[in-house]
């Protein structure tokens, strides 16, 4: 059985009632990460979702020492980061979006020499081994001596999350690390972020708009919205909770519509000349009345199965939801309110 004090200990990132409240100048607050408690196991790819404003990038710089709480803490691999920020901060590094992480007029092979000297590294012979075979793995050895301000947008991304692991840190905190990038690119990113897990231990927390990237990548996902934490779930087992919710009926033919109108909240689709439909059923339905509606409409019935929902739907749901008015908010159907109260399993 595995104790609370268990999972402290394993926990490369502890976050404990971590608020933030920014002030504009008309004096008005905005909350942009509202009493959050999280705790992220080493040796994972964990996905830190949400939509713009959710506070995920606040979250990540405050976890970095850049923006300071108003209320809470953090903790990496044991160490505060408010308390102990020396240790705190040779635990990670960290590739932020929007912010310049390297410097342009220099070349590749300074950039890394200079950020692992500025993060510690004291032994020139280890810190240059390291810089070339990084600079290798990422297919920028060729090219190690020009300016990163003349590399493309997808190289330019590749040097800054060198720098980031020059000093071979166990945390790496990616927020959008493939934005912008073309597909080969992201593929390469991606591939990394799986090594860095799987196979150098690494704890890798991803920001991402990409679901179907979080899907494929991620042990674990929370989603945020509005600076609140909505869930906080091993990926199956967040997918598996909205799979038992939706099903798909397929239906021999080309259905007319006055006909799918007997599966209201059903989408109709079209393949090989079949119609699929995909829809909900709620608490008042069962798969045996979808069937009878069916016969009663004199549609020719092939199969009906659990529809396989991947994270985007999982997220648009939770965070539709959660968004909503609350004047307007309908109760949750039972397996989704789980996915939205049970934050912590």
């Not at 595995?2 to 404990?16: F, G, H, L």
């Not at 308390?83 to 590739?95: D, S």
């Not at 990237?213 to 779930?233: F, P, Q």
């Not at 239906?251 to 079949?274: D, S, V, Y």
Request: hydrophobic residues 40%.
């Amino acid at each position: 059985m595995t104790t609370s004090k268990d999972r402290r200990r394993s926990a490369a990132i502890e976050i404990e009632s971590l608020s933030k409240v920014f002030r504009r100048r008309s004096g008005d607050e905005i909350s942009a990460v509202n009493r959050l408690d999280l705790a992220v196991e080493a040796g994972q790819v964990f996905g830190f979702l949400g939509s713009n404003g959710a506070g995920k990038t606040t979250t990540l710089k405050m976890a970095c020492g850049l923006v300071i709480p108003t209320t809470g803490t953090v903790r990496l691999n044991g160490y505060d980061v408010r308390t102990q920020r020396g240790r705190a901060m040779q635990q990670i590094g960290a590739v932020l979006e929007g912010t310049r992480n390297v410097y342009w007029r220099m070349n590749a092979w300074q950039n890394l020499l200079y950020f692992g000297r500025i993060k510690g590294v004291s032994s020139s012979k280890w810190l240059k081994a390291r810089a070339e075979k990084l600079l290798r793995e990422l297919d920028l050895w060729e090219r190690r001596k020009d300016p990163v301000g003349e590399y493309s947008r997808g190289m330019q991304q590749k040097v800054a999350i060198a720098a980031a692991l020059i000093a071979d840190p166990p945390i790496v905190l990616l927020d959008e690390p493939t934005l912008g990038l073309d597909v080969q690119a992201s593929r390469t990113v991606q591939e990394w972020v799986t090594r860095l897990a799987k196979e150098r231990g690494k704890t890798v927390v991803l920001t991402t708009h990409q679901l179907d990237m979080a899907e494929s990548l991620c042990d674990r996902v929370a989603i945020m919205s509005r600076g609140r934490l909505l869930t906080h779930r091993p990926t199956g087992e967040l997918l598996d909770l909205f799979r038992r919710e939706f099903y798909q009926l397929r239906l021999r033919g080309i259905i007319a519509a006055e006909k799918i109108e007997a599966f209201p909240g059903f989408a109709a689709c079209q393949e090989n000349g079949h119609t699929v439909l995909s829809g909900e059923v709620g608490p008042e339905d069962s798969v045996f009345d979808l069937v009878e509606r069916a016969r009663l409409a004199g549609l020719d019935l092939i199969s009906v199965s659990p529809a396989e929902p991947n994270l985007e739907e999982v997220f648009i749901e939770l965070v539709g939801r959660a968004e909503q008015p609350p004047a307007d908010a309908k109760e949750p159907q039972a397996g989704q309110a789980r996915a939205v109260s049970e934050t912590t399993r």
